[in-house]
């Protein structure tokens, strides 16, 4: 409990810190930056902290933490005093700290709501993980292991636990953040672990909400005085809500099919419609129950796993992952898709902000023709940078998403033309320079395991498959597009069906070009498989077509919500010549005034939501990302993930125009389906929940802290671990084993590095290669007999400490005659035994 609450104190007041700061710099949205202040001001923190720690102007301690908040709160007076000076010059009447409590008090409503929502969401997550805080199975280990090391590295960059020499090879910003937080409120990492997964449900919570505050509040097409737009968006306060339900709650079909297959509808002997829809586990015969909630299992684990793919000779690939937030929580791994949350919602924020004009001042100054202010430029690429080392996939989403907003700005004020493409390059090739730059410490030391693209002939997304992963959001979107074009909203069909049909077909000349290129380039990538599919390239494409046109209900279903979207896009644009429809008066400031913005332009970045969504959906159909799968199971998941997050708030923002909008029978009609989507959608979060919490009554009792379990179940190794937490600093010698798996936990609890961890991980992050013959050492260094063998090993790679407990022990045969004659015990305590090098 006191660790819960001195995160949310830190976290709390970390918002309010940075909030003055994010008052100025996002003066377009209406909450001002107020929903977003506590995951900015922790990218802030965390991005001076780690340069300062990298360049050796800080350590890793307390007192670099402190010396990046007082950089933090420097910034923040910063904005004041910018603002005061303004007030010298006679720019603005209002006082900066005047305007800043005037706008808390008139926005007290928007500010106790995000207060309350925040503390439900990271209490209601944190208590979920006290029901079952065990970092086990999964990934949760290696994640642990990165927040360990981080925590226990002396100097930046921290070092890989699991590759006893080297540095961490990954994009780890997360983790960065969830030790600093650690250390600061001296949580043990085994607590941080779960805390962290609460706050990253509580700040995502909260940017959703905002995210859906700020479109609902810009929705209207005149706000006549200050008095009535802080009605309007007093209005918008309850509905909001609906943002995080549908981003972090809302599940695919799979759990409310689960349900469905328990209690035996739709089943009969031979063809039926489960061995059509060809889910796994769930084609197979009910069991004879009259359970509501499934019983096999890990049942809640097959909702990832809804997409198949197959050959063309109908051998599965293995799964492909279909991820959702929903499943991330319940399974509850802290991996790098689940910490960027947050900061994906943030960069969502920073392209609002740029869309709706809050960068565009005109006293300020430009880089060249680009319509950026210089802060806003700087917060674009400290925003783009920061998700690149936070989860490197998400710049597509970011970066994507910041260019259109900028080039949709530009569509106001000069309408449609070759210029916007002009405007893509101006933004995003500076953008993208400046961000490398910013995070050049992390560069050069990352080596991706990402080797080009593939061409995905033969893996097109069955259409059922596809209903059954995103219908919970597809039918809000698809009544939202049918109500806009009933409404008359002005739309430009015949542009959006031909730029939709371009994509379309730029699609498929990529993913021919390609396959030529791959099969010219690299043969062995293809022969082989080609060879085993159908004998010749030839045949190969046509069956992988024949397959395509079996499974077309995939490609008309998404061509179905791409072509309104840009037909509604394609016709917002507005003549300049009617003056631009921003009144400002100072540098990054927008004056509240009449007709501040024009109408639609909620609409229009909510159509823009859903364009970048589906195109996240659409690529992964024609090609995926080269790694060491070798099929596109990476490429579903982080580009559904990405896409989940964007549909959801498109979802909500149109399910609450659609309810203020609809009239009698029409509104009678979709609140029907709506109810039917919220009961599938929800389904599986209350029963995951309920089945991964034991129905909320864990066997040992609430505890947030992983190393109770560890106590519990293993009081020796228990006891190592203790001891190592306080002993001098060394390479620790353990037996080396599989993935997933007790392999590699004295490194992953203390925080030492050992020679080698999971093996096949640091294959993934660098080149195996560099493992050399560690596996083959630490064999030898416990199973020699011969002193001067293992005393080179141990000099090979500085081993200061040898474990030598029960897992070594049944590994290999050991040999420890050797280390008693020429080293010292220096722990001892049943089956274990630590002998120390001088």
Avoid at 207 to 235: C, E, F, M, P, T
Avoid at 395 to 423: K, P, T
Avoid at 566 to 595: C, H, K, M, W, Y
Wanted: glycine share 8%; aromatic share 16%.
């Amino acid at each position: 409990m006191f660790s819960f609450l001195s995160w949310y104190i830190l976290v709390t007041l970390l918002g309010w810190l940075t909030f003055p700061l994010a008052y100025r710099l996002f003066p377009a949205l209406a909450d001002r930056g107020y929903t977003l202040s506590r995951a900015f001001g922790l990218l802030l923190w965390g991005y001076v902290f780690w340069l300062f720690a990298s360049l050796g102007l800080a350590q890793n301690n307390i007192g670099g933490l402190l010396l990046g908040l007082v950089v933090l709160g420097g910034l923040s007076g910063w904005a004041i005093v910018k603002r005061q000076s303004e007030i010298v010059n006679r720019l603005s009447p209002i006082p900066f700290g005047h305007d800043v409590i005037n706008w808390i008090s008139e926005n007290r409503r928007l500010v106790i709501t995000t207060e309350i929502l925040f503390l439900l969401a990271f209490g209601f997550m944190a208590f979920v993980r006290a029901c079952n805080p065990e970092i086990l199975g999964t990934e949760k280990p290696m994640e642990l292991m990165f927040i360990n090391g981080i925590m226990n590295s002396p100097v930046f960059p921290p070092r890989d636990l699991w590759l006893s020499g080297y540095s961490i090879s990954y994009y780890y910003f997360g983790y960065v953040m969830t030790s600093m937080l650690a250390l600061f409120t001296g949580t043990p990492a085994t607590a941080a672990f779960n805390l962290m997964i609460a706050l990253i449900f509580g700040l995502s919570a909260v940017g959703a909400y905002g995210i859906l505050y700020n479109l609902l509040s810009n929705h209207q097409s005149k706000i006549d005085n200050r008095q009535s737009q802080i009605v309007n968006r007093k209005s918008k306060i309850a509905p909001s809500l609906l943002a995080p339900l549908f981003l972090l709650l809302m599940s695919n079909a799979e759990g409310f099919l689960e349900v469905l297959h328990m209690r035996g509808l739709f089943w009969k002997d031979g063809s039926n419609f489960w061995t059509w829809l060809d889910i796994p586990e769930l084609r197979d015969a009910p069991s004879q129950t009259a359970a509501w909630i499934p019983e096999r299992f890990w049942w809640w684990w097959r909702a990832s796993r809804v997409i198949q793919d197959y050959d063309l000779q109908n051998s599965s690939t293995g799964d492909v992952i279909s991820e959702f937030p929903a499943f991330s929580f319940i399974l509850g791994d802290l991996h790098p898709h689940v910490l960027a949350m947050p900061f994906v919602l943030l960069a969502v924020t920073v392209a609002l902000n740029l869309f709706l004009g809050g960068w565009k001042g005109k006293n300020d100054l430009y880089f060249g023709q680009l319509q950026v202010s210089k802060t806003g430029f700087f917060i674009i690429s400290l925003m783009l940078g920061g998700l690149a080392f936070l989860n490197t996939w998400d710049i597509l989403i970011a970066g994507a998403l910041i260019v259109f907003s900028y080039v949709l700005a530009r569509v106001r004020e000069a309408g449609w033309g070759w210029e916007r493409l002009e405007d893509i390059f101006l933004l995003g090739i500076p953008m993208v320079l400046t961000a490398y730059v910013m995070y050049l410490p992390f560069f050069i030391g990352f080596d991706s395991q990402a080797g080009g693209f593939l061409p995905s002939f033969m893996y097109p997304t069955r259409g059922a498959q596809l209903w059954v992963m995103w219908g919970t959001l597809f039918v809000p979107l698809v009544a939202y597009l049918i109500y806009l074009r009933g409404n008359k909203t002005p739309a430009h069909w015949r542009a959006g069906i031909f730029a939709s049909l371009g994509i379309v077909l730029a699609l498929f000349v990529i993913m021919f070009a390609v396959g030529f290129l791959v099969l010219r380039l690299r043969p062995d990538l293809v022969q082989p498989l080609i060879q085993a599919q159908a004998g010749d390239a030839g045949r190969f494409i046509a069956d992988s077509m024949i397959r395509r046109l079996a499974h077309i209900g995939s490609l008309l279903t998404l061509l179905a919500l791409l072509i309104p979207t840009l037909s509604f896009l394609f016709a917002d644009e507005a003549s300049p010549s009617s003056g631009s429809p921003f009144i400002i008066n100072t540098a990054d400031q927008v004056q509240e005034g009449p007709s501040l913005f024009r109408q639609g332009s909620g609409q229009s970045f909510a159509l823009l939501l859903i364009f970048i969504g589906t195109l996240l959906i659409l690529g992964p159909e024609f090609v995926y990302l080269r790694d060491n799968f070798n099929y596109r199971i990476n490429t579903i998941f982080k580009f559904y993930y990405q896409a989940w997050v964007l549909l959801s708030i498109a979802s909500a923002y149109g399910t609450i125009i659609l309810f203020q909008s609809l009239r009698r029978r029409m509104n009678r009609i979709f609140s029907v389906l709506f109810t039917f989507v919220l009961v599938v959608g929800l389904t599986y979060p209350t029963l995951g929940v309920f089945t991964r919490t034991n129905g909320f009554q864990p066997p040992f009792g609430y505890s947030l802290d992983d190393f109770d379990r560890v106590q519990r179940e293993n009081p020796e190794e228990a006891g190592v671990i203790l001891w190592l937490l306080s002993a001098p600093d060394g390479v620790v010698a353990e037996a080396v084993g599989g993935a997933y798996s007790a392999y590699a936990r004295i490194s992953i609890y203390t925080g030492l590095p050992t020679v080698l961890g999971w093996g096949n991980h640091e294959g993934q992050w660098r080149e195996y290669a560099l493992q050399g013959s560690r596996q083959q050492d630490i064999e030898t260094l416990y199973t020699t007999p011969d002193w001067f063998i293992a005393q080179e090993i141990i000099n090979r790679y500085d081993i200061r400490y040898i474990y030598i407990g029960g897992l070594e022990r049944t590994t290999y045969p050991v040999n420890e005659d050797k280390f008693k004659q020429f080293l010292k015990p220096v722990f001892q305590q049943g089956n274990v035994t630590i002998y120390e090098v001088p």
